[in-house]
């Protein structure tokens, strides 16, 4: 019960330190944070920017729209202006000598009042075309002074009033005590041109920003924790089939390689993953099957050859022991047990050049292959079968005439133990021994077919194996160990061909050698 609650609550379990779902969820959080602080740096830039162009725009839009009388009477320049400022009729006019001009905040005709409707709280000043600079803002009526308006360098001024009609605004730096902006914007009044100066302290804009970017923080902070909520399980699912994965791989030992992974899980790098550990183990399993099989052969062989040497070293170690005991100076009995222990030495060195010769075939050596005729090559040998045969039927049947590279001399080795084999299993007086050669598509293939006893179907899957014997006595009394067929199958194999074997119990057998066919008309 525990184990299926944990199973379903996995993945709401906090990743641990140094696993892969804690660094994916660390470093996505970390570029999340990343991208949210430059999204924030940005969005403050780019807004305070905004805004103070915006601002600036609005100062100069207000500079170029309003009266010009206003900055006529502000700044003591002698002319027509209207009491309202507006374009009233000639009657409600009056003049104003530029005599009267007495400085800022002295009561010109309200000319500091009209400024400070406009502009509020900021300092206002005029620049003529000459350069000379006169402040229009200042307390009046018991009202608190508005800052001293800043002044900018005579080039500042000089290219505003070249650009005519145009404008331009500098942010400046009071030190540690905030911004100003200051915005020029040229006017023309009464044929004259001159620069309004208008400077707004932007430590109320930069305190709007500031509590943007502060919500914009907090905003981004939930985000990140909102992130890592989702994220957790959403990684614990995503990485499940790796879990998986990781868990089959630690069940995995040398006793169960027969373990497969699924190879469908939804995740191609996963399913990727799979497919090639499937393909490791299912390498792993027959290299581990292979060395076993190995093993087992080669104790069969050891056990096999053993039993095979045995046999003869017994028989000669048996006469050695009667003639030592006085049968040598019988003449007959001294005889006979030579011509026995001459016998056992036979078979003793048979079975040592089979053994050589399975030994350099295992190490595939090179063959002597030539283009041969191979209806030729069995017509040459049937003056040997004939002899071999004694009195059974032997009948040679070559339908075409087929062109093989092959080894003559390994290739009649071949066929001539399938010829023995067929001898001793047919019967000495009515047996029939037929050779054939015929033609299958791009193969040459020769059968030795005999009306012997035949092979039992369970004996059929194993007769090419090494020292398997059908009739172990009857094999031994022959002097055959089990070899010639494998020794056959084996150099027919090197040969590029195969070689198989059919029987019924009772009717006889046949042996077939098939032969890639040469015919590219090349010569030897």
Known sequence: MNGAIRKRFRPWIPAMPGSLRFQLLSRSLMLMAALLLLIGCLQFVLTYRFLVENKAEGIQSQVRTADKDIWARA??????????GGDGDSDSR???????????????????????????????????????FSSLSGGQDGEASTPSAPRLSDEDYGSVLADYPGGAYRVLRDGTEGRTLV?????????????????????????TLLRQSAIFAIL??????????????????????????????GEIDAGRLAVRFPERQGQVEIDRLSTSFNGMLARLEASFAAEKEAK?????????????????????????????????????????????????????????????????????????????????????MEPQWRVLAGERSVAIDIETECVCRLDADKLKQVVLNLFRNAVEHTDAKT???????????????????????????????????????IDASRA??????????????SIVERHGGTIEASSVAGAGSVFRILLPADDSGEGR
């Open 220 to 249: 981004a902070a939930c985000s990140l924790i909102a992130a890592w909520l989702v994220m957790q399980p959403v990684l614990g699912r995503t990485l499940s089939p790796l879990s998986r994965l990781v868990k089959l791989v």
């Open 94 to 132: 009056r003049t104003l000598p530029y005599g009267d001009a007495r400085g800022p905040g002295e009561g010109r005709d309200g000319g500091e009042r009209d400024v400070s409707l406009l502009f509020g709280g900021a300092s206002v000043a005029y620049i003529d075309d000459a350069g000379g």
């Open 476 to 489: 031994r009394k022959n002097g055959g160990a089990g070899l010639g067929l494998s020794i056959s199958r």
């Open 296 to 380: 087992e052969t080669m104790r069969r062989f050891v056990a096999d050859a053993s039993h095979e040497l045995r046999t003869p070293m017994t028989s000669i170690h048996g006469f050695l022991e009667v003639l030592l005991r006085g049968a040598a100076g019988d003449a007959d009995r001294l005889e006979k047990s030579l011509t026995s222990m001459l016998g056992e030495t036979k078979r003793i060195n048979k079975l040592v050049e089979d053994l050589l010769l399975l030994a350099k075939l295992d190490q595939a050596p090179p063959l002597r292959t030539a283009r041969e005729p191979l209806g030729e090559l069995l017509r040459e």
């Open 431 to 469: 047996g029939r021994i037929r050779i054939s050669l015929t033609r299958e598509g791009e193969r040459a293939v020769v059968s030795v077919e005999d009306n012997g006893e035949g092979i039992a179907a369970e004996h059929l899957a194993r007769i090419f194996d090494r020292f398997y014997r």
């Open 75 to 84: 700044a003591g320049i002698a002319g027509t202006y209207s009491p309202g």
């Open 183 to 207: 915005v020029l914007q040229t006017v023309e009044i009464h044929g004259t041109h001159g620069i309004v100066q208008v400077s707004v302290d932007l430590a109320p804009l930069i305190l």
